[in-house]
């Protein structure tokens, strides 16, 4: 008789608990269960959290072609350098060398400023100011194209101003444009709080197939089931609970992750995410099982769930874009 027999008069609850002691057992003692709980989670929340330890892209760099080297065009890459988002890493006289930076990668940008830009400026004649960028860095283009039409927005009307001052007068209404919704471009603000549930929902899953599609590889469903009484919902129901326990815990410190390390407040009814929380990690658990269930196979369970999860880091890269 089996050391996990519960007897034929006892209760669902002392069933359950037993199919749960057993599964905890086991997985103290596995050491690929143990990586894929506790190991691949740390391992994505460590990576994750290095590559947003500076979450707000700042100091980007930019090469300045100063073709008119006058004191109104100093002045003009002064404004540019007070820009957070940029750090001018080179000033020369050609193009060609800002090219070269950066396709070296050492700047991310580059400012041209043309030949007789002061003299342009005291005629009241637009002068043509050139901003060039590399567009392989798709974010840090954006930000460099953002911060580069900011300040040489503000660096043209101070050199205009400095170079051909007028009297004050009453101007045209320019609306002043308020961000409402992650101003400061913190891209831990809205990616993380993506791909840290993401990787938690990927391996809630292949933990409940590698856990389930177990008993049919290398341990035994008819020691499974006699320890739940030979009732194959109460023998699921236990295996899972372990499972359900340890992600629950692991979904609560992902707020604690972003607010802890990154500042990021959490926002919303405490209640409502832990149980949309606590309900997720049991749809995925279930889909685990669900997948195993079917084929009876742990290699062909888990690759069929891979399939499955997977494309939820491209949704989440898009969902959290369209809401930056």
Not at 3 to 14: L, N, Q
Not at 100 to 110: H, K, Q, V
Not at 153 to 158: C, E, F, K, P, W
Request: glycine residues 8%.
């Amino acid at each position: 008789m089996s050391a996990y027999w519960t007897g034929a008069d006892e209760s669902g609850e002392a069933r359950i608990l037993a199919v749960a002691t057993r599964e905890w057992r086991w997985l103290l003692h596995d050491p690929v269960a143990l990586i894929l709980i506790f190991g691949v989670p740390l391992f994505a929340f460590v990576v994750l959290s290095l590559a947003f330890s500076h979450p707000v892209i700042r100091g980007l760099g930019v090469v300045v072609v100063d073709g008119d080297r006058s004191e109104v065009s100093r002045a003009f890459v002064e404004q540019v350098a007070a820009s957070p988002n940029l750090a001018i890493v080179e000033r020369t006289g050609d193009l060609a060398t800002a090219a070269r930076a950066i396709r070296a990668g050492d700047a991310i940008a580059a400012v041209y400023i043309p030949v007789n830009f002061e003299r342009d400026l005291k005629a009241e004649r637009r002068p043509q100011v050139v901003a060039f960028y590399n567009q392989q860095f798709l974010t840090a283009a954006g930000v460099a194209s953002s911060g580069l039409s900011d300040s040489l927005s503000a660096a043209t009307r101070s050199a205009a101003e400095r170079a051909a001052p007028k009297a004050n007068r009453i101007g045209s209404l320019v609306p002043e444009t308020i961000a409402l919704v992650n101003p400061g471009r913190n891209y831990a603000q809205f990616l993380l709080r993506a791909l840290l549930p993401v990787v938690v929902h990927i391996v809630i899953t292949l933990a409940a197939g590698y856990s389930v599609g177990s008993e049919f590889r290398r341990r035994s469903t008819r020691t499974w089931l006699r320890c739940a009484g030979g009732n194959p919902i109460v023998a699921l129901a236990g295996k899972l609970a372990p499972l359900f326990a340890i992600f629950v815990f692991i979904m609560l410190t992902v707020p604690l992750i972003l607010e802890g390390i990154f500042g990021i407040s959490f926002k919303g009814d405490v209640l409502m995410i832990v149980a949309a929380g606590a309900l997720m990690v049991i749809a995925y658990l279930a889909l685990g099982a669900l997948v195993q269930l079917l084929v009876c196979d742990l290699p062909t369970g888990l690759g069929l769930t891979g399939l499955i999860v997977s494309p939820a880091f491209g949704f989440a890269g898009s969902v959290s874009l369209s809401s930056a």
